[in-house]
């Protein structure tokens, strides 16, 4: 069975809905091609990271 790939619910178009809704990719002006992943989950990622690393030091 040929693997599918998986792709990851928006949290930004999910918001509000029903259902979650999967990620638009590249129909999506977040969406960063050359890394094949979503601008906002790296900056969210970024934060988290940002945070974690200021409660550290507190
Ligand atoms: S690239 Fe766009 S559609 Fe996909 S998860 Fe990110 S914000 Fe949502």
Redesign the pocket.
């Known amino acids: 069975m040929a693997a599918t790939k998986e792709i ?6 999910s918001a509000g809905q029903t259902y979650p ?5 590249e ?6 091609k050359p890394y094949k ?5 790296l900056l969210a990622h970024d934060a988290a990271l940002d945070i974690k690393s200021k409660q550290q030091k507190g």
């Open positions: 990851p619910f928006c949290p930004l178009i809704q999967v990620c638009l990719q129909e999506c002006a977040w969406y960063m992943t979503c601008g906002v989950y």
